[in-house]
């Protein structure tokens, strides 16, 4: 648009962001100006640097796949993929179609205002950018907006601490040091393997027990990387015609009313075959659903812990007794962590934390003195990142107040009351293996963006009425299921205060791609567009 200084303004320089720049800016030909509040590209996988961190999903599916060359020219070295790994590629990713042109990093955006006489995006900085453009993209990542309990005392405490999503760069030294650390959810247990053959002590603050399985990571041999390169085209079909996206085939066979001992035969199969996704979507087709065939896998879990454990009393402690309904776990070792002598497990919801004190953590049995202290405690998920700027719609409406009881969207990609901003992972898009659902987001979005330009529409728009209808398809999909019955992040239970409500289409890729394609043959039925006489 010849009023805008942009055609467009990409927020967030992860899979998402770098991705939609490349596609409006090279392939649609639009002027793009992004932003990032980190140095470089990577987004969440650039600012996530702790111990042990590790990706769950299969590195050779965790990437981009319109690329043809480079997932031939690109070798994983492990079956799953390291933070240092992950980041490595999407560095590539950027060199190889010159990302970083187009960004402006260590650079927050601090409010974005549709203005409603112009039909413009109006975009402000903290270094004092003030720039428009007709289209926003918003790539600010489903797990990156960092949740801090406000322990009363935090900022007392005489030692280091730190976020785990928050990272030095250079590392942490543990070597002697009696290391504390809140929260055993997806990245506690990698942390808490990786930590404790480091540190002097570490004291776990558990607040609920986690089912989680050995992943079965390794080197990948150039035997194995060569088959999956040879057959990259039927696996990619595979993942976007499937539920979680994770490059296996999902088990079609309930577990309902088989005998335990068939159970626990697959249930073991699995358990060395690694990877949580695997154990609980690859084994049976109910687990999720269930409640019978999810105890199965419960109990079976708990065996475990039971074998692993020496101390019965520790594997007590560990053992979870709720439903295995919420994002699946993978550990390297978690439950053997507990035989180390230098470890110690904190019921915290039998012994509740009090304060924060200058020399450790008060819990209702005692002080634990700690030299670091480090807070595992999971994300603000979903829209966190979008509350804490300052969006405004229609008749200045703020994002925040709209998503009062509980985020929002069309499709995932589009709110009602906010013009030409296009959300990549926004509320309620499907809950699976990331960057395939990055993918098919991001070009459905430029697509659209493209429609709009070929026929000189200046607006678009999801209707209330459509958004309505999502936000109550997807939560009639989740109570299907049995992960709404489970406190989790993926509902918001992780936040004190948040709406508990359902924040994901919980049905897989392969149903919410046919989803986006309905809409796009329809002509976009459920969106309300202007054009330049408007």
């Known amino acids: 648009m010849s009023n805008a200084d942009f055609d467009a303004i990409v927020i967030g320089a992860g899979f998402g962001g770098m991705y939609m720049t490349h596609k409006l800016r090279d392939e649609l030909g639009m002027s793009v100006q992004c932003y990032d509040k980190d140095a470089d590209v990577g987004g969440t996988w650039y ?41 490595e590629y999407l560095n590539h990713f950027a060199d190889r179609y010159k990302i970083r042109k187009s960004y402006q990093f260590e650079t927050k955006v601090t409010s974005a205002k549709f203005n409603e006489s112009t039909n413009l995006w109006e975009v402000e900085t903290d270094k004092g950018d003030k720039v428009t453009a007709q289209h926003l993209i918003t790539g600010l990542g489903l797990l990156s907006a960092t949740n801090i309990p406000n322990f009363k005392g935090r900022e007392t405490f005489q030692g280091q601490q730190f976020h785990t999503a928050n990272w030095p760069h250079e590392g942490v030294d543990f070597s002697g040091k009696r290391v504390g650390v809140i929260g055993t959810g997806s ?8 930590t404790a053959p480091q ?24 035997e194995v990387s060569n088959n999956i390169k040879a057959n990259y085209d039927a696996s990619w079909k595979q993942i976007k015609g499937s539920m979680v996206a994770f490059g296996f085939e999902e088990s079609t066979t309930p577990a309902a009313g088989l005998p335990v001992e068939e159970t626990d035969k697959v249930f073991e199969a699995a358990w060395e075959n690694g990877g949580g996704f695997r154990f609980m979507f690859e084994t049976f087709s109910d687990i999720a659903v269930d409640p019978g065939a999810n105890e199965a896998a419960c109990t079976f879990i708990r065996k475990k812990i039971d074998e692993i454990v020496n101390d019965p009393e520790i ?27 230098n470890v110690t497990l904190v019921d915290v919801k039998a012994n509740p934390i009090i304060e ?25 998920a979903v829209e966190g990142n979008y509350t804490k700027i300052d969006i405004r719609g229609r008749d200045g409406a703020q994002i925040k107040d709209t998503w009062e009881d509980g985020p929002k969207s069309y499709i995932g990609v589009s709110h009602a009351g906010f013009p030409n901003m296009h959300m990549i992972l926004g509320p309620n898009g499907p ?58 992040w993926i509902f918001g239970a992780n936040i004190p205060g948040k709406e508990n409500t359902v924040q994901f289409y919980l049905a897989g890729l392969g149903y919410y791609t046919d989803v986006l394609r309905a809409e796009t043959a329809s002509g976009y039925k459920n969106f309300t567009f202007t054009g330049a006489a408007n």
């Open 47 to 87: 600012s996530n640097r702790y111990p042990g961190i590790l990706s769950d999903t299969e590195g050779f599916y965790y990437c981009y796949s319109f690329d043809k060359e480079l997932l031939q020219e690109w070798t994983w070295k492990n079956r799953y993929v390291n933070q240092t790994e992950i980041l």
């Open 187 to 194: 990245t506690g247990t990698q942390f808490i393997t990786a």
């Open 199 to 222: 540190a002097g002590h570490l004291t776990v603050f558990q607040r609920s027990p986690q089912y989680t399985v050995p992943i079965g990571n390794g080197p990948i041999s150039e």
């Open 315 to 341: 594997a007590n402690k560990l053992k979870p007794h709720d439903l295995y309904a919420k994002r699946p776990l993978c550990d390297s070792g978690y439950y053997a962590t507990f035989n180390r002598d």
């Open 356 to 380: 924060i004190t200058p020399k450790g953590v008060l819990t209702e049995e005692g002080e634990y003195e700690l030299d670091i202290l480090v807070y595992a405690t999971g994300f603000d």
């Open 431 to 488: 809950f699976t293996n990331l960057p395939p659902s990055i993918e098919v987001q991001v070009e459905w979005i430029s697509d659209f963006i493209k429609e709009m330009r070929d026929k000189g529409q200046v607006t678009a728009e999801a209707t209330k009425e459509a958004e309505n209808d999502w936000t109550k398809t997807c939560k009639e999909i989740a109570d299907l299921t049995l992960f709404p019955k489970a406190d989790s």
